[in-house]
């Protein structure tokens, strides 16, 4: 991964990480300790949800640049669908709290939008690649 991109993805990790680690203490405080572990659990599933479609639109941008647009349309409906899915999948658990699980996905997932947002916003990323010239001015 170039630097820009992992500049990027920890630009987005680290916000997410730490909402994760406050809805934890958050949880935890509420609904006891298996509210903390559905804190620490969505955030992890978040945080590897949205990395990994980020390593995949960062891949297509590079090999398939006329494709980025429709992939990263495709690749966000497919992560919300995974992860409403995964919500469904451990809606009446015993290994965790199920309502921290949900609230914590949802917080830890719009911190990453908003974390990648803004890095992409901030980073100096050219649209088209000069030239490069055989001879110095």
Same mark, same amino acid.
């Given at each position: 991964? *170039?630097?820009?991109?992992?500049?990027?993805?920890?630009? =987005? /990790?680290?916000?997410? %990480?730490?909402?994760?680690?406050? +809805?934890?203490?958050?949880?935890?405080?509420?609904?006891?300790?298996?509210?903390?572990?559905? =804190?620490?659990?969505?955030?992890?599933?978040?945080?590897?949800?949205?990395?990994?479609?980020?390593?995949?639109?960062?891949?297509?941008?590079?090999?398939? *640049?006329?494709?980025?647009?429709?992939?990263? !349309?495709?690749?966000?409906?497919?992560?919300?669908?995974?992860?409403?899915?995964?919500?469904?999948?451990?809606?009446?658990? #015993?290994?965790?709290? *199920?309502? +921290?699980?949900?609230? #914590? %996905?949802?917080?830890?997932? !719009? +911190?990453?939008?908003? +974390?990648? #947002?803004? /890095?992409?916003?901030?980073?100096?990323? !050219?649209?088209?690649? *000069?030239?490069?010239?055989?001879h110095s001015s």
């Amino acid at each position: 991964m *170039p630097s820009n991109d992992v500049r990027i993805l920890a630009q =987005a /990790a680290v916000p997410t %990480l730490a909402a994760g680690a406050i +809805a934890a203490v958050v949880s935890g405080v509420v609904a006891g300790g298996k509210g903390a572990i559905g =804190a620490v659990v969505a955030t992890v599933v978040v945080t590897l949800f949205m990395g990994i479609g980020l390593y995949v639109l960062q891949r297509t941008a590079k090999t398939l *640049p006329h494709l980025f647009q429709s992939m990263g !349309l495709m690749l966000y409906a497919a992560q919300i669908l995974l992860l409403f899915i995964f919500m469904a999948v451990f809606k009446n658990t #015993t290994l965790f709290n *199920p309502r +921290a699980f949900a609230i #914590t %996905l949802v917080v830890a997932t !719009l +911190a990453w939008i908003a +974390a990648q #947002t803004r /890095a992409h916003m901030k980073a100096k990323i !050219l649209y088209v690649e *000069p030239e490069k010239s055989g001879h110095s001015s």
